[in-house]
Nanobody, 124 residues
C-alpha cells in the first residue's frame, strides 16, 4: 500500500527551526515529484515547495530563503528544513507525491498521494 508518513512537527517559538521528514513507500519515490503543502485552520491547502526528480527545487514566496526542501532517494525520504519560523507558518504540513515522472506542480489536484500531516505551531 502507498504510504507517506510525516514526522517532526512541534510547537516552537518564533525564530526557531524544525525539520520535517516524510517516509514514502508503495511507489517509486525516485521518479516522483515530491512536495510540501500546508493548511491553516479554515483554509485550503497551500503549496509550499516542490523538488523535482533531478533535485531542482521551487518555493512559495512566503517561505523562500527560510525553508529548504531535500530528498534522499536511498531512504525514500523527503525533508523540509524550516528556519526563522514565523507565527504565520502555523499549519498542518502535508507531504505529497506526483508519481510517474514528468513535471512538478503547485496544484493540490495534481498530486496522487498524500500523508496524514504533521502539525507545526509557531508562537510569538
Amino acid at each position: 500500500q502507498v504510504q507517506l508518513v510525516e514526522s517532526g512537527g512541534d510547537s516552537v517559538q518564533a525564530g526557531g527551526s524544525l525539520r520535517l521528514s516524510c517516509v514514502a513507500s508503495g511507489f517509486t519515490f525516485s521518479t516522483s515529484c515530491m512536495a510540501w503543502f500546508r493548511q491553516a485552520p479554515r483554509n485550503g491547502r497551500d503549496w509550499v515547495t516542490s523538488i523535482f526528480t533531478s533535485g531542482r527545487t521551487y518555493y512559495a514566496d512566503s517561505v523562500k530563503g527560510r525553508f529548504t526542501i531535500s530528498r534522499d532517494n536511498a531512504k525514500n525520504t523527503l525533508y523540509l528544513q524550516m528556519n526563522n519560523l514565523l507565527p504565520e507558518d502555523t499549519a498542518m504540513y502535508y507531504c505529497a507525491a506526483r508519481s510517474g515522472g514528468g513535471y512538478c506542480s503547485a496544484l493540490e489536484s495534481e498530486y496522487n498521494f498524500w500523508g496524514q500531516g504533521t502539525q507545526v505551531t509557531v508562537s510569538s
